[in-house]
C-alpha cells in the first residue's frame, strides 16, 4: 500500500536507533526503509520491534530473512 502511520515512523526510528549501527534509515522510492549495516545478531529483535506497530519484513531482501528463520 505504501502508507505509513505516525506510530509506525516512530517504532521504526525507535529500533533504528536502537540496533542500527549508523542510527539512520533510508526510505526509498520504492516505497521502503533499508536499514545499513545492522548485525545479523539483532536482527530478529529488529523485526519484533517492527512487528508490534503493524509493520513486517515481508517481501524484505538480505541476510535478515535468513536470520529471521533460524
Known sequence: MGGVTPD??????DAIE???PL???HI????NIQIHH????DA???IRKISDS?????EG??????QRHR
Do not use: I, N, V, Y
Open 18 to 20: 536502537e540496533w542500527a
Open 54 to 58: 503493524g509493520l513486517s519484513s515481508r
Open 44 to 46: 530478529a529483535k529488529f
Open 8 to 13: 509506525q515512523l516512530d517504532a521504526f526510528a
Open 23 to 25: 542510527r539512520k534509515g
Open 28 to 31: 526509498t522510492t520504492r516505497q
Open 61 to 66: 531482501c538480505g541476510k535478515h530473512r535468513a
Open 38 to 41: 545492522m548485525p545479523l545478531r
